[in-house]
């Protein structure tokens, strides 16, 4: 993982909790971000002639920069 902070890069998983393997997540937590989906249902999910998705609210912005 050494590289993977050298290069800069951030460590984000976004992932349903019930879909999500503990050990990962645990890992995730520990080393960068974890951002479960759940919290995000209603911006990122469509369901045909029921209802739109609204925009996404993040955080940061592109390539993880704080806004």
Known sequence: MNWFWR???DLNLYSWDSACHS???????KF????PLEKHY???TF????RPA???KSERG????AR
Do not use: A, M, S, V
């Open 47 to 50: 369901i045909k002639d029921t």
């Open 62 to 65: 592109i390539n993880g920069q």
């Open 7 to 9: 290069e800069c890069w």
């Open 32 to 35: 960068g971000k974890y951002f």
């Open 23 to 29: 050990g990962l997540k645990k890992f995730i937590e």
């Open 42 to 44: 209603k911006t990122i």
């Open 54 to 56: 609204g925009k996404l």
